[in-house]
């Protein structure tokens, strides 16, 4: 069984990119669980997000406290929250950003991966610089970075899953998995 | 069709593939996007039914009462503090024998207020006279509702359909949804022997003397009463075209258990992942889940613990004064046949607190350290 955390903001779409990666998966046959961690989370508040994955029916229905790999939707989260609590050694942290990810000072007992998600989304006209929508494009390096589903599976995922911009988003995915 | 969806949604589907034909329901909160899926549904014609908005829960059920009352197939869903405002309707749905499959979203009663789980707010609705299942996955909310709604056509009774509010509500995971003819094929349109239309016309829900009340009662219990060998009849005819069986209790590894944990809802999902890794440690262990509420499976909960040698109820619900609510029921379908077998009782992931299965280890520790149980409650995770 894989378990991962998504860091986001709340109205980033955090959670619709699990549910976009929770449909990939499921596209190839594998069990998975998806779900927000719920409160009363305003727009620019840290949310969170879950997601198992594994290939037998998936009965563990409590939070996850221990992931083995985490995703950092917003990179200004770094300097808020402690993104590695409950992380596995060894684990990848998947970061948004377009630095360096040796910049970010992460413990060395975890791999790091800088994905420049913003500037995919941008590029393509997702949202504005200033609030651009990143999780089609933060969706599809994950898919690549941890070998979860196939491009054909995740772009249909990302289809079926955004309300609007089909092709932008993409398009997005698509230039993230490959880059990825 | 594999298709990933929350738990509202598999209640959505239920009811679409269900071919209910009236839907009623109050919009706002606790309303969540079971009826937000089903009034789309209703718009896009996908599903053939009539969609009505009404200003409170408790017009919902009134609504759906005519409408069953009419001859159709009536579906709603609520949860928590709108589940309580239908009380009294919940009477009038049973007492008129109007077969309405509701789903409820088990959350916590405010005040404080509370958008998580626990099952206080379907439990107070005990005695009304509504069939309760409660489910564990997604999948099953869906096989739910649609064998929901032949059981109580069969028996004139309504049913609720439970899940846990979030941990199922909110949550994906993958949902085999049924085709279409084939659910046809298991679940024919309601036909009531008597319904309300102007071509024949009869009163409904009239005074009714002592001469009279008391009979209605006697049927409605006696009714009742056959629900436990309809469920399983039912689960197996579906089980056979569909390839999976709902029944009453489901049973895992409690054939030759020591310990037997007594669960339901999701938290005996979780209990699943427990037993596994104490099996592997040479404990013996089994979880009971009990799926359908009431009526009480007082037969096959104690056939099943009866060889145990100690049982643990986990209850996320409280009645207070008195204990957990399944732990009673337990206790009383071993009162009279098994004295001697110890039952502890245990409260647990009261207003949405996390059940993980380390829970389950702690109740298991408790459980080793007596030879018998003691009436007190005890609660798990509690900040004393």
Not at chain 1, 154 to 169: D, F, I, Q, S, Y
Not at chain 2, 48 to 73: C, Q, W
Not at chain 2, 340 to 352: D, K, V
Request: hydrophobic share 40%; net charge neutral; charged share 25%.
């Amino acid at each position: 069984m894989i378990e991962i955390r998504f860091h986001g903001r709340g109205g980033q779409g955090t959670v619709v990119a699990s549910k976009i990666l929770a449909d990939a998966i499921a596209k190839e046959g594998n069990y998975v669980q998806a779900y927000p961690e719920f409160g009363v989370e305003r727009r620019g508040a840290p949310v969170f997000a879950f997601i198992r994955i594994d290939d037998k029916p998936i009965y563990d229905k409590s939070r996850i406290y221990k992931p083995d790999h985490v995703v950092v939707v917003d990179p200004t989260l770094v300097d808020v929250i402690d993104v590695t609590e409950g992380l596995k050694e060894g684990g990848m942290i998947i970061v948004n950003t377009d630095k360096n990810p040796e910049e970010l000072k992460f413990p060395d007992k975890y791999k790091v991966v800088g994905v420049n998600a913003t500037g995919i989304a941008v590029k393509h006209k997702l949202g504005t610089l200033a609030a651009p929508i990143v999780n089609t494009s933060v969706v599809g390096a994950v898919v690549k970075i941890l070998n979860l589903a196939n491009i054909k599976s995740l772009l249909e995922a990302v289809r079926e899953n955004v309300p609007m911009k089909h092709e932008e988003n993409t398009a997005a995915a698509k230039e993230a998995y490959e880059k990825a | 069709m594999k298709k990933v969806m929350m738990g509202n949604h598999a209640l959505s589907f239920g009811g679409m593939l269900g071919r209910a034909q009236v839907i009623a329901a109050y919009p706002i909160t606790p309303q969540t996007q079971v009826v937000e899926l089903l009034s789309e549904m209703c718009a896009d014609k996908t599903l053939d039914a009539t969609f009505i908005k009404v200003e409170s829960e408790h017009s919902a059920m009134a609504a759906s009462i005519g409408a069953s009352l009419a001859g159709a197939r009536t579906f709603t869903a609520t949860s928590a503090q709108g589940l309580a405002l239908m009380h009294e309707l919940l009477h009038w749905a049973s007492g008129g024998r109007n077969p309405v499959v509701m789903g409820n979203i088990n959350r916590a009663m405010a005040p404080g207020w509370s958008i998580w789980s626990d099952q206080n707010d379907s439990l107070s609705q005990r005695d009304t006279g509504w069939i309760q299942f409660y489910c564990s996955n997604n999948q099953e909310v869906l096989d739910t509702v649609i064998q929901a709604f032949k059981v109580s056509e069969k028996l004139m009774i309504p049913s609720m359909v439970i899940l846990d509010a979030f941990t199922l509500s909110h949550t994906y995971e993958v949902v085999d949804l049924p085709d279409q003819k084939k659910v046809d094929e298991f679940l024919p349109p309601f036909r009531p022997e008597i319904k309300l239309t102007p071509d024949d016309p009869h009163a409904f829900g009239g005074l009714t003397s002592p001469e009279h009340y008391f009979e209605l009662r006697y049927k409605l219990q006696k009714d009742m009463e056959k629900a436990p060998a309809l469920i399983e009849k039912t689960g197996k005819e579906y089980e056979k075209m569909f390839g999976r069986y709902l029944g009453q209790v489901e049973e895992y590894r409690c054939d030759d258990a020591d310990f037997i944990f007594i669960t339901s809802g999701t938290v005996g999902s979780t209990a699943r992942v427990a037993i596994d890794e104490l099996r592997e440690e040479g404990v013996k262990v089994g979880n009971l889940r009990i799926k359908v509420f009431r009526p009480f499976p007082f037969e096959k909960v104690r056939n099943i613990i009866k060889k145990a040698k100690k049982v643990a109820v986990v209850d996320r619900n409280i009645s207070y004064g008195h204990h957990g609510i399944f732990y009673q029921e337990v206790k009383s379908a071993m009162f009279g046949h098994h004295n001697s077998l110890p039952i502890f009782g245990f409260i647990a992931g009261l207003g949405g607190r996390d059940v993980t299965p380390s829970t389950f280890r702690e109740i298991l520790g408790h459980v080793q350290k007596k030879d018998k149980s003691e009436e007190e409650i005890i609660w798990i995770g509690v900040k004393k």
